[in-house]
């Protein structure tokens, strides 16, 4: 088994928002594989602690529940952290603001048996089959908005106005962790934000390796379209995770300025499993 990971934030001046880590018990051969991307708040988001301290948090404590609770399903996990993540700091922050710290979740375990995974919002987990080909696991509400946002989307880019930029941003945070399955879905304090996650089990010998990226790294594919998935996943095992921060940053470096971040922070994680 090989693991490879980096990750640097978009701006040396700013605390890095992703968070990655990996365990890979020796006992039974598998292994567990968390990344987040901290969704960077307005100025206000009623938290005295900050988004790093957030995916720290949530980060630690999916790692730990997904890599010793096999009771438990990676979406259980998923709102369990939540929950022990929301408890240390509910006496001091207000949980119930729209923009409380949140995060896009990738979570991934193996055994000897299974490969299970879990993906909420726009990070992306690739998984390479054991024949070579790779399959793109991914939540794609944030990117299938209603028509009606679309619009509004379309008319912003189109006049540039402030008012309509407004009106877009306005109608997009509507749909954030809405009830019912209606929005898109970030992992906040409220833990049944699990059950929206895009889940999944394969058995492990149909499984070589897991890639992780967060949509900072994901942007190679998603945003300058330099290869499909499947060049991604082969340029980092070829060049390594590094490699692939490297190749985004030059492209957004050569770039129009963009609306938003120009430099996001990226995190690679790429786990060989045979």
Not at 79 to 101: E, K, N, S
Not at 162 to 174: G, I, K, L, S
Not at 215 to 224: K, L, P, Q, V
């Amino acid at each position: 088994m090989r693991i490879d990971m980096f990750t640097e934030p978009g701006s040396p001046q700013r605390l890095n928002e992703d968070y990655m880590s990996a365990a890979v018990p020796a006992a039974d051969g598998g292994g567990t594989l968390v990344v987040l991307d901290g969704v960077t708040p307005p100025e206000e988001d009623g938290c005295r602690h900050g988004v790093p301290w957030f995916v720290a948090r949530l980060g630690g404590a999916l790692l730990e529940l997904a890599g010793t609770r096999q009771d438990m399903s990676l979406a259980e996990c998923l709102g369990a952290a939540v929950v022990r993540t929301a408890d240390a700091h509910r006496g001091t922050c207000d949980l119930f603001h729209p923009r409380t710290p949140q995060a896009t979740v990738v979570a991934a375990r193996w055994d000897e048996e299974r490969v299970e995974h879990l993906v909420l919002s726009d990070s992306a987990l690739l998984l390479e089959a054991a024949d070579g080909t790779v399959h793109p696991l991914l939540d794609r509400r944030l990117a299938e908005l209603p028509a009606t946002v679309r619009d509004l989307r379309d008319r912003a880019r189109l006049t540039g106005e402030e008012a309509d930029r407004t009106a877009y941003v306005d109608a997009v945070e509507a749909l954030r962790n809405a009830p019912d399955g209606r929005g898109f879905y970030t992992a906040a304090a409220d833990p049944g934000v699990a059950a929206y996650a895009v889940t999944g089990s394969h058995h492990r010998g149909g499984v070589h390796a897991l890639l992780a990226v967060t949509d900072g790294a994901a942007r190679w594919t998603e945003t300058f379209h330099l290869g499909d998935w499947a060049g991604l996943l082969a340029l980092v095992r070829t060049e390594g995770a590094r490699a692939l921060v490297r190749r985004v940053r030059a492209a957004e470096s050569e770039s129009a300025p963009r609306r938003g971040k120009q430099h996001d922070d990226a995190t690679v994680l790429l786990a060989e499993l045979d």
